[in-house]
């Protein structure tokens, strides 16, 4: 059993920053391909935001491109997502997800609000 836990998220104001990170209890090289999701209030359903092979290929929406960069460090089993420009329209609570299969994190809570 792989655990993904999510950290980094916060309350933070428009146009400000924030680094996500996804650390997996087990090795990357066993869950590749990796994606962030986010589930935005009122929503039920997590909409794709970046994904991240082994091969370091990575790919972010179209609507985040340009603002949202995703990355990883194997050697510390973690995926990140680097978050910029933030919007009040980001405002989510984001997951870590091994495409394919069945691993989701808990989640964690971005708030962009002045």
């Given at each position: 059993?792989?655990?993904?836990?999510?950290?980094?998220?916060?309350?933070?104001?428009?146009?400000?920053?924030?680094?996500?990170?996804?650390?997996?209890?087990?090795?990357?090289?066993?869950?590749?391909?990796?994606?962030?999701?986010?589930?935005?209030?009122?929503?039920?359903?997590?909409?794709?935001?970046?994904?991240?092979?082994?091969?370091?290929?990575?790919?972010?929406?179209n609507p985040?491109?340009?603002?949202?960069?995703?990355?990883?460090?194997?050697?510390?089993?973690?995926?990140?997502?680097?978050?910029?420009?933030?919007?009040?329209?980001d405002t989510?609570?984001?997951?870590?997800?091994?495409?394919?299969?069945?691993?989701?994190?808990?989640?964690?809570?971005?708030?962009?609000?002045?």
């Amino acid at each position: 059993q792989v655990r993904l836990v999510e950290s980094g998220g916060d309350l933070v104001q428009p146009g400000g920053s924030l680094r996500l990170a996804c650390a997996a209890s087990g090795s990357l090289s066993d869950l590749w391909p990796m994606g962030w999701y986010r589930q935005t209030p009122g929503k039920e359903e997590r909409e794709l935001v970046a994904t991240i092979t082994g091969g370091g290929s990575r790919k972010t929406v179209n609507p985040l491109k340009g603002r949202f960069f995703i990355s990883s460090d194997n050697a510390k089993n973690t995926i990140y997502l680097d978050m910029n420009s933030l919007e009040p329209e980001d405002t989510a609570v984001y997951y870590c997800h091994n495409i394919g299969g069945n691993y989701w994190g808990q989640g964690t809570q971005v708030v962009v609000s002045s």
